[in-house]
């Protein structure tokens, strides 16, 4: 027993992260690999799996479906961001500051985020509703005009991106509140006596001080709006058509409704170096910031 | 005399030959001690037959084990065992609609055209004849029958009597014209005149009757599609006219939920979908007052080529490979007799057999102009509701974007030249 306690302190370094690499490694590492050797293959689930080498590779850079959804999957997660961020950004500048009632209005606002994705999305889809939802209802009652919001190719993502910032600004609220509530208050008071306006301060201390906590919160959100899936399949399946089909979506009806597990490894292997290549990207630009 | 004797001669004749033929009658509990196993999917047939099942083995000594599971697993285990060919399944549920080109491609099939014709095997009460006719086609493979239906589905056209009334139509459209003709007299600012499927793939099913009643089809005689045949083009174009001008905002959008939605709270006149969703429009808790009370049931209006609904069938199959065939024959004449699919019905599951729907403590429960429609839709139905090839989903898919094409006012032909071209190479690509 004394021989096996000396070898654990000889070893420490090794074996006390040992679990956590084993979790990484059975949970991260064997599915990528499993999924990049399916990308070789044209598997058919229920039937052939044969060996072709980078031909699925091949067919995806000439698919107009697959370049559809990197467009979409770009156009929803670069006009939900921003937006997202700007929220946060108000809505963590409101929350810094005390107003009655404003513990129970942090809980409210955290809501949209603690509940079960694919039951948003489902209350969200009967609310979209061109005849019987709620919100051209309320349109009417306010004198606009009735919009057909995923009903109609143009509008599918701009409507999901509503539904995708009305969940996840709180969010960044969340991450930069925090920060906020960590820049010293000795820094607006120096200001105030130095005759800085409060957009003046908001301008120049806030930001700045805050700045490497946005980058976090860009990074998080960005990574998780690339893979969105769930609002998007529930709410619209990615139609009307392909309108609103992310790779993500085309990705998972490939394999779990068209049954091609080969094919669908490879869009995803597609999808996994975009938001790689994107979490580098933002991550180079906190390494400056 | 002599003529006495002949007499004599040939009644013994045929006295004998009854004696004989009797010896070789059916005979239930030919198969007795034997044990077969009967995979089912998680649906409101399999929960009339567990119960049932007792009665079966009581009559013939046949064990059963009926293997349950929910749809998804429920295919991918039947695939495993019937591809493997797994001698100890005897028998399972199938849609042919969904699976029956890849069964029958694959040879996995057990056709029972010999059964059927050994009065040994089969018993004389099984009357085929007796199951409505787009029912039992839908197992009738040009090789031979490979199984026999238990339930069928159709579409019908729910409409309003009281708008009807209002806008001086007497009875539902007969033609596809009317059709169009009605819609627009129907049409007001808050009710749409006509609302059907428009979702992509989900749409399919129900556009696939308008193919059918023009005359189109989904494949040619060469096998490869049909889509953009000039049937499927006309039949698109009507599709798209009726629902541009008298359809629901958004129809691109529409799948069963918002179509029977729209109609229970009175915001379509009419609206063609799948019979089976009739307790909507009966239930005070989805239906106002005005659509309960004045829902109204018709077949398909007809089309150049008349009215040709598709029908969605399940039905029972014996496996290839079974070690016991002759006794999930059994099974199968048993569950789907007269007399079981009559208590099926009145279990509230929609028997393929057309005996059992005269059934008056049946047509007591339905109103007996959806009773009628359902069963000329039945007897006409079209087996194929889905393409007749193994990517069922991916063919559907691809469809379902000409259809959102001409939805939104694109060019018709164009997508549905694409759409065929896209058949085509899933169908090359699946069989590579």
């Keep these: 027993m004394k021989s096996f306690s000396a070898f654990v302190d000889k070893n420490a370094r090794f074996i006390f992260p040992l679990p956590a690499v084993l979790a990484i490694l059975v949970l991260i590492v064997a599915p990528v690999v499993t999924n990049f050797v399916l990308s070789l293959y044209d598997y058919f689930v229920g039937g052939r799996a044969v060996y072709i080498g980078l031909e699925n590779y091949q067919r995806a850079f000439g698919d107009a479906r697959v370049w559809n959804g990197v467009r979409n999957t770009f156009y929803f997660t670069f006009t939900a961001v921003p937006l997202q961020l700007v929220l946060g950004i108000a809505i963590a500048t409101l929350f810094n500051r005390d107003f009655p009632g404003k513990g129970i209005a942090r809980t409210v606002i955290l809501l949209p985020m603690v509940a079960t994705p694919v039951a948003i999305a489902l209350i969200w889809a009967l609310m979209f509703n061109p005849s019987l939802g709620v919100l051209n209802y309320f349109l009417e009652s306010l004198g606009l005009p009735r919009s057909l919001w995923v009903a109609q190719s143009n509008l599918a993502i701009p409507s999901l991106v509503l539904v995708d910032t009305w969940q996840w600004s709180p969010m960044i609220a969340l991450i930069l509140l925090a920060a906020m509530q960590s820049v010293p208050a000795e820094h607006y008071e120096a200001a105030r006596i130095d005759g800085a306006s409060g957009w003046q301060s908001f301008w120049h201390i806030t930001i700045p001080s805050i700045r490497s906590a946005i980058v976090v919160a860009l990074i998080l959100r960005a990574v998780d709006a690339l893979k969105t899936f769930d609002i998007i399949y529930v709410i619209t399946e990615g139609g009307p058509g392909i309108a609103s089909e992310t790779l993500n979506v085309l990705a998972f009806k490939t394999g779990f409704q068209f049954f091609h597990a080969g094919y669908a490894a490879t869009l995803l292997i597609f999808l996994m170096f975009t938001v790689l290549g994107i979490a580098i990207l933002l991550n180079v630009i906190r390494r400056r910031v | 005399m002599l003529r006495a004797t002949l007499r004599m001669a040939i009644l013994a004749a045929v006295a004998l030959g009854l004696a004989t033929a009797s010896a070789q009658d059916f005979d239930w509990r030919r198969f007795e001690g034997t044990s ?397």
């Design chain 2, 36 to 432: 077969i196993r009967f995979m089912m999917n998680q649906h409101p047939f399999t929960n009339w037959l567990q119960p049932n099942v007792q009665e079966f083995e009581a009559l013939t000594g046949i064990n059963v084990t009926l293997e349950v599971f929910p749809e998804d697993q429920f295919r991918q285990r039947r695939i495993l065992e019937v591809s493997s060919a797994a001698p100890t399944l005897d028998g399972y549920m199938v849609m042919p609609g969904q699976v029956g080109a890849q069964y029958l491609g694959a040879g996995w099939m057990r056709y029972l055209d010999d059964f059927v014709a050994d009065p040994t095997l089969t018993n004389p009460d099984l009357d085929l004849e007796d199951f409505f006719g787009g029912a039992l086609g839908t197992f009738q493979a040009p090789d031979g029958l490979f199984g026999l239906p238990l339930q069928i589905e159709s579409s019908v056209l729910f409409y309003r009597a009281d708008l009807f009334e209002a806008a001086g139509l007497s009875g539902p459209p007969e033609t596809m014209d009317e059709l169009m003709a009605y819609a627009a007299a129907l049409e007001t600012d808050t009710v749409a005149g006509f609302a059907m499927r428009g979702r992509g793939a989900a749409a399919t099913s129900q556009t696939v009757n308008l193919l059918y009643s023009f005359g189109g089809s989904w494949m040619d005689d060469a096998g490869n599609s049909a889509l953009a045949s000039p049937e499927s083009i006309a039949a698109h174009e009507f599709y798209a006219e009726l629902m541009r001008n008298y359809g629901p905002p958004g129809p691109a959008n529409l799948h069963w939920a918002e179509v029977t939605s729209l109609y229970a709270q009175g915001q379509a006149a009419m609206i063609f979908d799948a019979n089976v969703f009739r307790p909507i429009m009966e239930d005070p808790a989805q239906s106002i007052d005005v659509v309960r009370e004045n829902t109204r049931y018709a077949p398909l209006p007809a089309g150049p080529a008349g009215s040709v609904p598709g029908v969605l069938v399940w039905g029972l199959s014996v496996n290839h490979a079974s070690q016991n065939p002759e006794a999930a024959w059994y099974f199968i004449q048993w569950a789907l007799s007269k007399e079981s699919q009559e208590s099926l019905l009145l279990f509230g599951v929609p028997a393929a057999r057309a005996s059992s729907w005269e059934n008056e403590e049946f047509q007591a429960t339905a109103p007996a102009d959806w009773i009628e429609a359902s069963q000329v839709s039945f007897e006409r139905g079209q087996p194929d509701w889905n393409p007749p090839v193994i990517p069922v989903a991916e063919v559907r898919d691809a469809y379902g974007q000409a259809i959102v094409a001409a939805l939104e006012g694109r060019d018709i032909a164009a997508a549905l030249q694409r759409a065929a071209t896209e058949v085509d190479q899933i169908v090359e690509r699946s069989e590579r």
